[in-house]
T-cell receptor
């Protein structure tokens, strides 16, 4: 069964500094990887995905993520954080034989003005 | 275009009552998912519908939970004899085949 680990409960970063949210995964087959963001009292919004191809994927709002097969990681990054990036971020994975997504527990990102 | 919609947005019910939660997926999306998000927890998979295939019910926590998807579109999640531990936000998502899932705003269920 697939699983995701997001090791940090909260990530604090100063506005304008680089933001990284960590994610490692475990799947039995080829991974399909996703990042979602959840703003207060809102549903989850899709940010980006990795299915195949270039290991560096770019998504919405200036976010990007790098797939690292050897480290089974898919860390989310943004070069310069904004206060409006403060939200809950979820990493998710499924393998190519199972349509169910396994989500991490989420990381609260706080961008400090 | 229209996204995934869910109703009601909030539901307060007494312990022991039955509740029905509704999800309208994005038009044309063949797959529909239900998740539960409890305070301080991640997202818990409940059930998955894909086209005309039998649903994957492996995530339903008990036989009090059931779901239907009529006509390949609208879905209802039913919780019978609600318990306080059922209190959570219930999220619905849909996707085109096996692509990324798009989520609705959720239904916040409170069982008193």
């Amino acid at each position: 069964a697939q699983s995701v680990a997001q090791p940090e409960d909260q990530v604090n970063v100063a506005e304008g500094n680089p933001l990284t949210v960590k994610c490692t995964y475990s799947v039995s087959g080829n991974p399909y990887l996703f990042w979602y963001v959840q703003y207060p009292n809102r549903g989850l919004q899709f940010l980006l995905k990795y299915i195949t191809g270039d290991n560096l994927v770019k998504g919405s709002y200036g976010f990007e993520a790098e797939f690292n097969k050897s480290q089974t990681s898919f860390h989310l990054k943004k070069p310069s954080a904004l206060v409006s990036d403060s939200a809950l971020y979820f990493c998710a994975v499924r393998d190519n034989a199972d349509n169910r997504l396994a989500f991490g527990k989420g990381n609260q990102v706080v961008v400090i003005p | 275009g229209a996204g995934v919609s869910q109703s009601p947005s909030n539901k307060v019910t007494e312990k022991g009552k039955d509740v029905e939660l509704r999800c309208d997926p994005i038009s044309g999306h063949t797959a529909l998912y239900w998740y539960r998000q409890s305070l301080g927890q991640g997202l818990e998979f409940l059930i998955y519908f894909q086209g005309n295939s039998a649903p994957d019910k492996s995530g339903l926590p008990s036989d009090r939970f059931s779901a239907e998807r009529t006509g390949g579109s609208v879905s209802t999640l039913t919780i019978q004899r609600t318990q306080q531990e059922d209190s959570a936000v219930y999220l619905c998502a849909s996707s085109l085949d096996l692509g990324e899932q798009y989520f609705g705003p959720g239904t916040r269920l409170t069982v008193t």
